[in-house]
């Protein structure tokens, strides 16, 4: 386990006890923002859902640049604030360019359905491929100063993700 926080924010970059659980922190902290995505998509319009998730973009960038600094380390692997923030930014595309992705998802009977699943499986995998693999620019963005370069590499993979969704789903 790595060091415990002593801040709030440092308790709250870490996702409480998420990003000290056992092996692959970031995986746990995607993990458990496909249900939160999934609440935020049935009571938000896809539009509103871009909004909170740019409000939290910015917040988590201030509260992981303080967490860095409690924890004092650069983007330490407990704080995974940023891949939360990261995989509700990866089903703004979709949701914008084919408004019936947020419909199936609002529908109870639709929650549980194939098409829905696929879909947040397919956050879940991408976003992991990406965030871990980090292509250009999303390898180059984590150099940025404070909070910025703990975020922004999540969000840049997550615009990957919008992409092959869109172009995924396009195809079908």
């Not at 409480?16 to 970031?26: C, E, S």
């Not at 496909?34 to 509103?48: G, H, Q, T």
């Not at 595309?93 to 359905?113: C, K, T």
Request: glycine residues 6%; charged residues 10%.
């Amino acid at each position: 386990m790595t060091q415990s926080p002593r801040h709030w924010t440092a308790t709250l970059a870490c996702l409480g006890p998420v990003g000290h659980l056992p092996k692959a922190p970031g995986t746990w902290g995607s993990a458990v923002a496909i249900p939160a995505a999934v609440v935020l998509m049935l009571f938000l319009s896809p539009w509103m859902m871009c909004l909170v998730a740019a409000g939290l973009v910015f917040f988590a960038v201030w509260c992981c640049g303080q967490a860095e600094k409690v924890l004092g380390a650069h983007d330490p692997g407990c704080v995974v604030l940023d891949e939360f923030v990261a995989v509700l930014c990866c089903y703004l595309g979709p949701m914008l360019v084919f408004p019936h992705i947020a419909e199936w998802v609002r529908q109870m009977d639709q929650i549980l359905n194939l098409k829905v699943l696929i879909l947040h499986a397919s956050v879940f995998a991408l976003f992991r491929l990406f965030d871990i693999w980090k292509p250009w620019p999303v390898s180059v963005s984590q150099n940025l100063p404070k909070g910025w370069g703990v975020v922004i590499d999540d969000v840049l993979a997550a615009v990957y993700v919008n992409l092959i969704l869109i172009a995924a789903i396009s195809l079908i």
